[in-house]
């Protein structure tokens, strides 16, 4: 759609909200922004949209918007289905997420990334290696940086690298990724679909436009309908790249990486190599500068970083593990024996799917939270278990029994608000007690 002279509404006070607003203004259009949120907490919302010139309606008067609109942009976080969005599916001519509306909006290629876990590692990976191969991405979508933001900086960029989640394919009609990629798919945000299965729709949808000239590449073990998809695994044999021996592999091929020479650690972020390898033979670029790329990339802080060696032992911060999907990547991905430290926030989740998991590659386990008492009894038979209360006393705890060859893991499976103001506050706090400890 042609905006010059529209009337648009945003919904969602948020930095995708903000983002579609400059947008729209930017492409010509009149905007008004609305979010029911309580206006006292969107007080400082009020005032950057008012920077921009856009009035932004708060609390219930957001729910009855008084004039018609010709487009309605509604931003990841807010279900269609709540009252907000009902009011002006009314109003509006139409009504779109964010994802689409930029996309809309623009001529830059895009390569995007979905799955339960490892999207923004893999994210980051392919826009690091991009750029290092001479060419101009940018990372943006679920990541903190609104796709609509990098639409509207008015950048030539060759390639728009985006992390999407599920809420953001919601809304998709024409969206159609020069590159997809599924990382892997299991259980999570159950409190917004009423069925995994409607949770995987929601994810399926990043492949809804998938034709001639896209590409598509998925994990193995998922078995997507995509005929002609590009497929990976660290864990089984019979995909395009696989693991052998420390080294990514590509079928009849004689071209490999030697991953050990990579500041990522453990088979899951093997296969966030393979994602990326997969992109630079798609595009055809430079295997030599594709691999000093990959060589030199850094990983997010809190997922799955390795953050000290000591004494033969890797410590590992996997503060960003919420789930028990990610808890089982992380152990999935780790070749030594893991002294283990889990546990955090009591959100129901059941830690017993792990325990044959736990019994073949856990040695001890420590664990913490308002979960630690029932996740200790879980596992009492499949490793030794003990709980501790701080996350200092767990890493003494662990510094006692790890031994040369182990890898400590610190992959708590649940999310940190029972402790911590959050993953990375947990993160930090768990790195600094490593510090002290083996200084």
């Not at 269609?80 to 964010?98: C, H, Q």
């Not at 395009?240 to 420390?246: C, D, I, V």
């Not at 500068?289 to 802080?301: G, L, M, N, T």
């Not at 499949?382 to 705890?397: F, G, I, L, N, P």
Request: hydrophobic share 40%; charged share 20%.
């Amino acid at each position: 759609m042609k905006l010059e002279g529209k009337d648009v509404a945003v919904l969602g006070a948020g930095g995708s909200g903000l983002a579609a607003a400059a947008l729209a203004l930017g492409c010509g259009a009149s905007v008004a922004a609305y979010d029911s949120g309580d206006p006292e907490e969107l007080a400082e919302a009020v005032k950057k949209f008012a920077a921009l010139g856009v009035v932004l309606t708060t609390g219930k008067a957001a729910l009855s918007p008084e004039k018609r609109f010709d487009l309605a942009v509604i931003s990841p976080g807010i279900d269609e289905r709540w009252p907000i969005g009902k009011a002006f599916r009314n109003v509006s001519s139409d009504l779109i997420g964010e994802i689409e509306f930029a996309w809309q909006q623009s001529r830059i290629p895009v390569i995007a990334i979905t799955g339960t876990n490892g999207k923004t590692t893999t994210t980051g990976l392919i826009t690091h290696m991009l750029n290092g191969c001479g060419l101009k991405a940018v990372a943006a979508g679920n990541i903190g940086y609104a796709y609509s933001e990098a639409v509207g900086s008015g950048v030539a960029y060759d390639w728009i690298v985006l992390e999407v989640s599920s809420f953001q394919l919601e809304t998709i009609r024409t969206f159609q990724p020069t590159v997809s990629i599924w990382t892997n798919f299991a259980p999570d945000h159950m409190d917004r679909y009423s069925a995994l299965e409607d949770y995987r729709a929601a994810k399926m949808r990043i492949f809804e436009n998938h034709g001639d000239g896209s590409t598509a590449i998925v994990k193995k073990e998922d078995a997507l309908p995509i005929a002609d998809a590009v497929t990976f695994s660290a864990f089984e044999t019979g995909g395009n790249y696989y693991y052998e021996s420390g080294r990514i592999l590509v079928a009849s091929s004689d071209v490999s990486y030697d991953f050990r020479g990579s500041a990522l650690h453990g088979l899951h972020n093997a296969e966030n190599v393979m994602m990326a390898l997969a992109v630079g033979d798609r595009l055809g670029l430079d295997r030599a500068r594709v691999s000093d790329s990959i060589d030199s990339f850094r990983p997010p802080e809190h997922r799955c970083e390795a953050i000290a060696e000591q004494d033969g032992v890797i410590w590992v911060n996997d503060s960003k593990s919420t789930n028990i999907h990610s808890l089982e990547s992380a152990l999935r991905g780790q070749d030594s024996p893991v002294v283990l430290i889990c546990g955090g926030k009591e959100k129901g989740l059941d830690f017993g799917e792990l325990t044959g998991l736990v019994s073949a590659s856990v040695k001890n386990v420590i664990c913490i939270g308002e979960t630690a008492e029932k996740v200790s009894q879980i596992w009492e038979n499949a490793a030794d278990c003990y709980t501790a209360d701080s996350v200092e006393e767990a890493v003494a705890m662990a510094a006692r029994w790890a031994t040369s060859g182990d890898v400590v893991l610190f992959s708590p499976g649940t999310s940190s608000f029972d402790m911590f103001s959050g993953y990375v506050e947990r993160g930090n706090r768990f790195r600094e007690a490593v510090q002290q400890h083996l200084s």
